[in-house]
T-cell receptor, first 115, second 117 residues
Framework: AQKITQTQPGMFVQEKEAVTLDCTYD???????LFWYKQPSSGEMIFLIY??????QNATEGRYSLNFQKARKSANLVISASQLGDSAMYFC????????????FGTGTRLTIIP | GAVVSQHPSWVICKSGTSVKIECRSL??????MFWYRQFPKQSLMLMAT?????????EQGVEKDKFLINHASLTLSTLTVTSAHPEDSSFYIC?????????????FGPGTRLLVL
């Protein structure tokens, strides 16, 4: 079984500052995928970034980077130079080994960017 | 790329009626689609995995006769909420697996808000 834990229910960050959203995971699968999604108030789930368990480098996508620490089983999302449009719910999620493609989601973190 | 559409975006219906929600992958073929349900201020809960040309796989506790899923083609899956009741009111969102950046990546539709009166 897989489990995702997001311990920050809400965060307030000043515009233009960097923000780190925490995510820890637990799995018995030797290979897995880690994802971050953004859900604005409109409800859609927007894919942000992916990290494979065997990837040597931390994933980056524009202002988003994933701080992957395998030994600690953590996959924190870092947003650099936050913008007002970053205000949303953020979900960390994971899939298991090939054949186990179900996404397991965390409870989410509500990020609010303050002007 | 990797666009998923969902229709309708809003449904208000009377108790006892059936509601059909469509999920389409617009620019890729999706052999597997997923249906989720999300209650206010909660995370997404997987309801079922929809495979093209075969029966859907339902998660534990999800009534397959209540939530009918049809994956008729590589770009279309439908969820029918049969004899809807107020407790079925929720946000229903589908996703489809794309090959980008990995076969595991799921792209989500915009969701359907269902309100049963």
């Amino acid at each position: 079984a897989q489990k995702i834990t997001q311990t920050q229910p809400g965060m307030f960050v000043q515009e233009k500052e960097a923000v780190t959203l925490d995510c820890t995971y637990d799995t018995s699968d030797p290979s897995y995928g880690l994802f971050w999604y953004k859900q604005p108030s409109s409800g859609e789930m927007i894919f942000l970034i992916y990290q494979g368990s065997y990837d040597q480098q931390n994933a980056t996508e524009g202002r988003y980077s994933l701080n992957f620490q395998k030994a600690r089983k953590s996959a924190n999302l870092v947003i650099s130079a936050s913008q007002l449009g970053d205000s949303a719910m953020y979900f960390c999620a994971m899939t298991g080994a090939p054949g186990n493609e179900k996404l397991t989601f965390g409870t989410g973190t509500r990020l609010t960017i303050i002007p | 790329g990797a666009v998923v559409s969902q229709h309708p975006s809003w449904v208000i219906c009377k108790s006892g009626t059936s509601v059909k929600i469509e999920c389409r992958s617009l620019d890729f073929q999706a052999t597997t689609m997923f249906w989720y349900r999300q209650f206010p201020k909660q995370s997404l809960m997987l309801m079922a995995t929809s495979n093209e040309g075969s029966k859907a796989t339902y998660e534990q506790g999800v009534e397959k006769d209540k939530f009918l899923i049809n994956h008729a083609s590589l770009t279309l899956s439908t969820l029918t909420v049969t004899s809807a009741h107020p407790e079925d009111s929720s946000f229903y969102i589908c996703s489809a697996r794309s090959g980008r950046p990995t076969q595991e990546t799921q792209y989500f539709g915009p969701g359907t808000r269902l309100l049963v009166l």
